[in-house]
């Protein structure tokens, strides 16, 4: 039996007006959402709810609030009002991820007979509970006068039913399907639009007590309340596929689904191994990064997967998912998951409208109706250059952690696949670089992860023009010959492990002859198809550090490079040098500051024995990180410099929370306390331990290596940090080392 998660992660169209590609149809320009900075969702699997603080969708917004299951809006509009007027804001949490609650208050009210009820006398609670196709409100209405309070309390609902692409600003001029007016069966209300994919999405709400009177999507509940009392409505939106089971429509008591949702977080945390410090926030960070991965997770039970970020990447990223498997590897688990999964979408022909070709790794799968009816093409796209090589690291990085041989034979052939991409789709002229260019017409021009249209430049600001070889994705590459180097060894294939290792040797060293910029000390961002430098300063060039491909000699020179002020801001490492044309500190990839990329450079700065930029860095993390609302790590955040502002200003459109923002703190941890697992030896290997000042023990409690666990304290005392083994389960030697490698 079939057992993929419905067609949420089936990449075959589902019907409709099926085309090779996006024939008659015009590309209209589109302002996409301004600002989702003080917001809060909530998500289970594939369903997540976006409001302003008061719980609110307004009417009209343009920031793309609302309702969402499966690249769909299935709520545009979802307004509660007192009398005509929103409630004053006082509290408003979404801590516990699947639910959220908001304290709110009345302004003066003055009512139509003029009598006058004074702010701050009534108060509102509203509880949400999000569950895999519902959610479910429970509003509380309490009357602190003396006297009774007749009030008049309006909820407006719509439903837009856009896709998600049109809603970021891609917006498609196509015939739309059948968009039906709201209409009511019985005590539900019900918006319904037949989609030209063939499928019907309904969003079904329902209603207890029944409202005072309804008329299309307004609901309007006329109050009596007494005096000194409370007043209770309840209310469940749940969506609706015609291609999916329906959910019951019966409106469920809040306690069970709180308590259920409770129970799967507690499970899942007390799965990880356990992170504690004398460091409180600290502690709490760690907490809340891994609170986010579950949020983030997403697909079926069977094969879940981490979202890449909400609102506007719920949905499964090749590079995303691989980086935040390869941060995550204190629970293996989910890096099996993630390279089955991916495996098994893996490109088995040549399909230039989806950028594909044998052996490549899916860049996103899309399911909203524009992928449905190849209107776009991400239903897979495959236009990514990085993620096949990151494939083959995660793959390996994962052997290095459990030693599961089990696992390469039955991804061999998929190994194998993407190996033969690297050497030739991947290597466009042949000359031993990755490059890329795209070759959809809808597709995207710059195919590494800076992938904005504007990432990827000449010294002089002019964009380089395809094919390009970016400086970071030739060491991944490199990485990645070495670790299927050290998987063909444990197959027992020394053959093909020789001739891997032979092609990283040869790519370090044609790597080092065409990137290195003398001058600069440092790597150039790309080469263009003439093999001429982009002469630009970028984080890319960091990135070099972690995959080993950089000779010792150069790889303080890059580090200091990373770390002069045009660089670093003291919160973190700029995408681009503040030196650069194209330099902007609100620019998505041309200056902000991405957690994710500072902590692979940070693991590039332990790699190679930089301790002291290390420490520096992680330290502007951490600051940066206590300045951000419920300590949650965003996608991103503007590069201003600190001593500018002493807080880092937030970027207005960062996905939070971010899968690949939210791992950057577990890999971060990972680089300071120096672990490098060799399960395939038995061994963990403890390189450089060094926590900072504001540190000053960290204990990990049964850490999974191999078929082991191991439990280690860390202390920092007299500016060393001093490493003890609390406990061994199993057969595992633990190794103290000056070295990242043998």
């Known amino acids: 039996m079939d057992k993929a998660p419905n067609h949420a992660l089936d990449p075959r169209p589902t019907g409709g007006n099926q085309t090779v590609g996006p024939k008659n149809v015009q590309y209209a320009v589109a302002t996409g959402a301004q600002d989702i900075r003080d917001t809060i969702v909530i998500k289970e699997r594939d369903l997540f709810l976006l409001t302003d603080l008061n719980g609110n969708v307004p009417r009209g917004d343009v920031n793309g609030l609302g309702l969402y299951y499966q690249d769909t809006r299935f709520l545009s509009a979802y307004e509660l009002v007192l009398e005509g007027i929103p409630p004053t804001y006082l509290l408003s949490t979404g801590e516990m991820r699947f639910a959220e609650s908001q304290e709110l208050t009345n302004p003066d009210l003055r009512l139509p007979n003029g009598v006058l009820i004074p702010k701050e006398t009534l108060t509102l609670h509203r509880e949400r509970v999000i569950t895999e196709k519902a959610v479910d409100e429970l509003l509380q209405i309490t009357n602190f006068n003396v006297t009774p309070v007749p009030l008049e309390l309006v909820i407006f609902f719509d439903a837009d039913f856009s896709d998600i692409f049109q809603i970021r600003g891609f917006l498609q001029v196509y015939e739309r399907g059948t968009l039906h007016p709201p209409h009511w ?50 209310l469940r939106v749940s969506v609706e596929l015609s291609d999916e089971p329906d959910s019951p429509a019966a409106i469920p008591d809040l306690p069970p689904l709180i308590a259920q949702g409770s129970a799967s977080y507690e499970a899942w945390m007390r799965e990880q191994p356990r992170i504690l410090s004398d460091n409180g926030v600290w502690n709490d960070i760690i907490e809340k990064a891994r609170l986010d991965l579950h949020l983030l997770s997403s ?165 380089i023009k395809p094919p390009v070889a970016l400086v970071e994705v030739q060491a991944y590459a490199y990485a990645a010959r070495i670790g299927a180097r050290d998987i063909y060894r444990a197959l027992g294939m020394p053959s093909e492990a020789s001739r891997q290792e032979y092609l990283a040797n040869w790519l370090m060293d044609a790597f080092n002859r065409m990137f290195w910029m003398e001058d600069e000390g440092c790597y150039c961002l790309a080469l263009d198809g003439e093999k001429n430098q982009a002469q630009v300063v970028s984080s890319n060039a960091g990135q070099t550090l972690w995959c080993g491909i950089v000779p010792p000699e150069r790889a303080h020179r890059v580090a200091e490079r990373m770390m002069r002020p045009d660089m670093f801001t003291g919160w973190g490492i700029r995408t681009l040098s503040t030196g650069e044309v194209r330099y902007n500190p609100m620019g998505y990839h041309v200056g902000t500051v991405w957690p994710h990329d500072n902590a692979w450079i940070a693991l590039g700065f332990k790699r190679y024995g930089e301790e002291g930029y290390l420490r520096t860095l992680i330290s502007g993390f951490f600051a940066a990180v206590r300045q951000f609302p419920d ?27 971010q899968a690949w923002a939210a791992g950057a703190a577990l890999l971060f941890l990972r680089a300071m306390l120096g672990l490098a697992p060799k399960a395939q030896e038995n061994e963990l290997w403890i390189v450089r331990p060094e926590l900072p000042d504001w540190l000053k023990s960290v204990t990990l409690e049964r850490v999974p290596i191999g078929n082991g666990h191991v439990s280690l304290r860390y202390q920092h005392q007299d500016n060393h940090t001093f490493t003890e083994v609390l406990d061994i389960q199993g057969p595992l030697h633990v190794v103290f080392s000056q070295h990242w490698d043998e």
């Open 185 to 234: 069966e019985g005590n539900q209300l019900i918006f319904q639009y037949d989609g030209i994919d063939k499928i019907t999405r309904k969003t079904r709400i329902e209603f207890s007590p029944a409202p005072s009177s309804k008329s299309g999507g307004q609901v309007v509940y006329d109050l009596d309340l007494p005096m000194r009392s409370t007043i209770t409505l309840r």
């Open 299 to 463: 697909g079926s039970p069977e094969l879940p997967y981490p979202a890449a970020g909400i609102p506007w990447f719920a949905t499964l990223f090749g590079r995303d998912s691989l980086t935040v498997g390869l941060q995550n590897l204190w629970d293996p688990r989910q890096a099996a998951t993630l390279l089955r999964l991916l495996a098994s979408l893996q490109g088995t022909k040549v399909d230039p409208w989806r950028d594909e070709q044998p052996g490549k790794i899916l860049h996103e799968l899309r399911r909203g109706e524009l992928a449905h009816c190849n209107i776009i093409p991400f239903n897979p796209y495959y236009g990514t250059v990085d993620a096949t090589p990151l494939f083959v690291i995660l793959l390996a990085e994962y052997y290095r952690v459990t030693g599961d041989v089990l696992l390469l034979r039955e991804l061999e052939p998929h190994l194998r696949a993407a190996l033969d991409w690297m050497e030739s789709y991947g290597d466009l002229d042949h000359d031993g670089f990755l490059e890329y260019q795209s070759r959809s017409s809808s597709g995207l021009t710059n195919q590494g992860w800076k992938d904005s249209w504007d990432a990827i430049m000449y010294k002089n600001g002019e964009l």
């Open 631 to 657: 300590l949650r790590i965003p996608e991103l955040f503007c590069g201003y410099d600190r001593e500018q502002y002493r807080v880092p200003i937030r970027y207005p459109v960062a996905c939070n929370p």
